[in-house]
């Protein structure tokens, strides 16, 4: 059961759309995982059909009143579980500091989970800035996510999460497995190689190969609370989120095992 976070210190660059297309291609491959919205803005929590409106039923219910994981999460159907947000999580910082129970938290309440949960991985759609919530999810993680939309900005954005990263690594002991993950990549831009080609000399082996490519279906699906495949399979966008799974899975940093197409259906409709 791998943890993953996906986090950048910079809004908009396919954070949420990584979270929901991952776990959704994830699910295909017939597994169900946990999925958290740790973004008190709440846009992974609004593609849910039936979202709970009580900020207690949201992951400030664990922050908050010691709630289980187990308690909160909904099913999300095509998805696995979710712990959906509320804009009351960003009062996790102002009222717990910064001490080391507040910030292991997260992974002891998923230790707790892994133990009776049915899912498999579990994938924290992260905000934008580091925070209480942010560095809860990287303690928590096995390795983390950081998508770059192909633009200066997001590139900067990167770079600050790789200082964060490198800073962090002799607190935590352990080297923080990180990939970097181009997306809205538009091959008509001059600008997508260049940023491509300063990622690469940036970051060099820990830049995925895949990359998500700008597409419509990807911005349209979660208006109509669908993640890529259900909105359009045969998409760009599908594709490429299936590609980035199949690279977690060759590269073995997500070792979820490839199961038969009836294995699949009969998990699926179990
Ligand atoms: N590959 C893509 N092609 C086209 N549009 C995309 C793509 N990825 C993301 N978008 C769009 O870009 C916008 C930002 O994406 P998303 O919400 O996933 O980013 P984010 O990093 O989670 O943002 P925030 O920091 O605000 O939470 C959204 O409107 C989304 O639909
Ligand atoms: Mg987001």
Not at 127 to 133: D, N, R
Not at 204 to 221: C, K, M, P, R, Y
Request: charged residues 20%.
């Amino acid at each position: 059961m791998t943890r993953i976070a996906v986090f950048n210190q910079k809004g908009g660059v396919g954070k949420t759309s990584t979270v929901l297309n991952l776990a959704a291609a994830i699910y295909r491959q017939g597994q169900r995982s946990l999925i958290i919205d740790m973004d008190p803005q709440g846009h992974l929590t609004e593609v849910h059909p039936n979202p709970p409106v009580a900020a207690s039923q949201s992951l400030f219910g664990f922050y908050q009143e010691n709630k289980p994981l187990a308690s909160l999460a909904i099913d999300w159907e095509g998805m696995g579980k979710l712990i959906c947000s509320h804009k009351e999580l960003i009062k996790v910082d102002s009222i717990f500091g910064r001490g080391p129970a507040i910030l292991n938290r997260l992974k002891h309440g998923l230790e707790a989970w892994d133990k009776t949960a049915d899912t498999g991985n579990t994938l924290i759609d992260c905000c934008p800035y580091l925070g209480v919530l942010s560095l809860s999810a990287i303690f928590a993680t096995d390795f983390v996510i950081i998508p770059i939309a192909s633009d200066y900005l997001s590139l900067q954005g990167a770079q600050k999460v790789e200082h964060t990263l490198k800073a962090l690594e002799p607190v935590l002991k352990k080297r923080i497995e990180r990939r970097y993950l181009m997306t809205c990549y538009d091959r008509r831009r001059g600008m997508t190689f260049e940023v491509h080609e300063q990622a690469l000399a940036n970051f060099g082996n820990d830049v995925l190969q895949t990359v998500i490519s700008e597409n419509v279906a990807v911005a349209e699906s979660p208006q109509h609370k669908q993640n890529v495949f259900q909105y359009s399979a045969n998409s760009t966008g599908a594709r490429d989120y299936q590609a980035l799974l199949d690279e977690l899975l060759e590269s073995g940093l997500l070792p979820l095992q490839r199961k038969t197409q009836a294995a699949q259906a009969a998990d699926i409709n179990s």
